[in-house]
Structures are given as structure tokens and as C-alpha cells.
């Protein structure tokens, strides 16, 4: 499926609006305690109560540069027929594809930052190779906290197979894991935020530049409609956490002017936060618009 891409310029940085894949989830797990009659206004279900979720990724460039930094690698294509059928995947369309008809090679790729390792972030990372399993993108440092590189590997989780080797094991030994304690500055212009809630070490991913800055949520916000402090998922390890590290991500975003991008947001995942009332909420960003289609 062909989908425009949205560039934005932060001074010497380029950030392009990626797909790394679609799939369907469970919307009563997706908002966890709120009611499916509240929830249900704001994304229908199918026959099958499961709601459509984009996995966006984030291409970063760097004026002058052959360096380039991805922000998280999507569903991946390593699932039998069962699970593409539960998860509504298209085989077509994850990372390496899109990387392709975006013209990017994937050995080009020097950095790869994600939110946390569950398969649908991760999932990219490892793909089949002549019947082998191995690293999608062979030069790309995998930067994550180390937290939830241990808890990953440990199953530490309340959802069953969303830690996956197959995701993880092609990379040991290659020295691309880079495992971080915290906030850290870890490329020019790129930082790490702490925002843990839907696992012990989710972080979110800061891109400052040209005095603007654009931040990539997470799971902490999966969905705009997320936005209300008890929105929250069921698959949260720990749900008050979560609205915690939600409202202390916002109100950054907010005070510091910043472009928020929402990951799994299929119509809009890309917004401006203001305060409103004893909240926030969320404004089309004008200066995040998606380029025009080639001529014919």
C-alpha cells in the first residue's frame, strides 16, 4: 500500500513519517476498564472486536551525515498463517519493503532506537534470510534500556509471545545492542526519555533541532484516543505508572512547544499537545503535512 510520507526539517535534521507495518488488535484490551460503548465511538471494531492500529516508524537524517537512525522496526514478517490471520498482517508491508520504496538501503541504517521490545516494535529487527534468521538492518546499533532488554529476555510481561526471541537472539554477539541506563543524549539531536507504565523500561524517543523538538510516544500513548488520564491499555504492566509517565510526557511536550507522534495512530500521528482545563488536548499540526504524491 502506498502511503505519503511526511518530512519534517528540525534545522540540520530531516525526520520522515515511515510505515513499518499495520495490524489489528483487541480494542477491549486496548483500553483496557473503559467501556467498550465509550471506546467503540472513538475507534469502530470489526466483526471480530479488534480495532486497526499503524505501527510508524521514524526515519532520521542528519544534514552532512551518512549517519541514519530509524525509531522503532514494526511488526517484522516472521508469523505463520494463524497469526497473520489474528493480527490482520500484511506480508508486504513491513520495515524492509517500506525502507525499499523509500529508497533507503538497509545497510544504510547506522542506529536504531525503540520504545520497547514487544513484536509489534520489534518485530523488524530479525527477518528470515535463505532459512536463517538474521539482522534486518546489519549495521544498526539497537539502542534500548537495559531494563527492558533484561525484562524482554526474561519474559517479563503480562501478555504471552509478545517478548520474542526470533527478535532478539540474531543480534547477540554483533555488538549492536546498546543498552542504556536512563536519559541519554544518544546521537546528536536524539534522547531517550524514561516513560515506563506499559513496561518497566519503555522509553520515549526526543528529536530536537533548529530550536523545535518532536517526540515519539510510545506505547504510553498508543492512539490519540489515549489521551484521557484513564485510557489506558490492558496490556500496561503497570497502569498507574503509565498515567503517570503519560502526563509527565505531555505536559514536556506541552511547555516545550514540541510536534508529538503517536505511533499507532492511523489517521493522525502527528499533533500539537496544549493544556486545557486540568488536561491537555491535541491539535492537528500544520507544519507536519505529507508530501505531495510524484507526478505520473
Keep these: 500500500m502506498t502511503r505519503h510520507a511526511t518530512t519534517i526539517e528540525l534545522g540540520a535534521l530531516r525526520v520522515t513519517l515511515l510505515s513499518a507495518g ?14 467498550k460503548a465509550l471506546w467503540a465511538r472513538l475507534c469502530p471494531a470489526d466483526e471480530e472486536n479488534r480495532i486497526d492500529l499503524a505501527c510508524h516508524s521514524l526515519l532520521i537524517e542528519w544534514q552532512g551525515s551518512d549517519r541514519r537512525a530509524l525509531v522503532e522496526a514494526g511488526t517484522g514478517n516472521k508469523y505463520a498463517e494463524k497469526e497473520r490471520v489474528i493480527f490482520a498482517l500484511d506480508p508486504s508491508d513491513w520495515l524492509l519493503p517500506n525502507l525499499a520504496a523509500a529508497g533507503v538501503e538497509p545497510a544504510s541504517i547506522t542506529d536504531v532506537l525503540l520504545t520497547h521490545l514487544h513484536f509489534d516494535h520489534a518485530g523488524g ?8 534468521l538474521a539482522p534486518s538492518l546489519p549495521r544498526a546499533r539497537v539502542h534500548i534500556q537495559r531494563r527492558e532488554h533484561d525484562d524482554a529476555r526474561a519474559g517479563h510481561t503480562v501478555m504471552t509471545l509478545t517478548y520474542r526471541e526470533e527478535n532478539f537472539s540474531p543480534l547477540d554477539g554483533t555488538g549492536l ?12 539531536g536524539v534522547r531517550v526519555m524514561p516513560t515506563p507504565g506499559h513496561t518497566r523500561g519503555h522509553q520515549s524517543i526526543v528529536v530536537s533541532g533548529g530550536g523545535r523538538s518532536l517526540v515519539y510516544a510510545g506505547d504510553v500513548l498508543p492512539t490519540r484516543h489515549h489521551l484521557r488520564p484513564a485510557y489506558n491499555m490492558a496490556f500496561d504492566l503497570d497502569p498507574l505508572g503509565n498515567r503517570a509517565a503519560k502526563q509527565a510526557l505531555l ?31 491535541l491539535e492537528p499540526a500544520p507544519d507536519a503535512v505529507p508530501e505531495a504524491a510524484p507526478a505520473a
Excluded: C, K, S, Y
Aim: glycine letters at 10%; charged letters at 30%; aromatic letters at 10%.
Design 22 to 35: 499495520r495490524i489489528r488488535l483487541d480494542g477491549g484490551a486496548m483500553f483496557g476498564v473503559v467501556p
Design 177 to 188: 545492542w546498546n543498552l542504556l541506563e536512563g536519559e541519554d543524549e544518544v546521537l546528536p
Design 251 to 281: 505536559t514536556w511536550v506541552a511547555d516545550h512547544g514540541a510536534l508529538l507522534v503517536i505511533g499507532h495512530d492511523v489517521d493522525q500521528p502527528i499533533v500539537r499537545v496544549r493544556r486545557w482545563r486540568e488536561w491537555f488536548e
Design 125 to 132: 529487527l530479525t527477518h528470515d534470510a535463505d532459512g536463517r
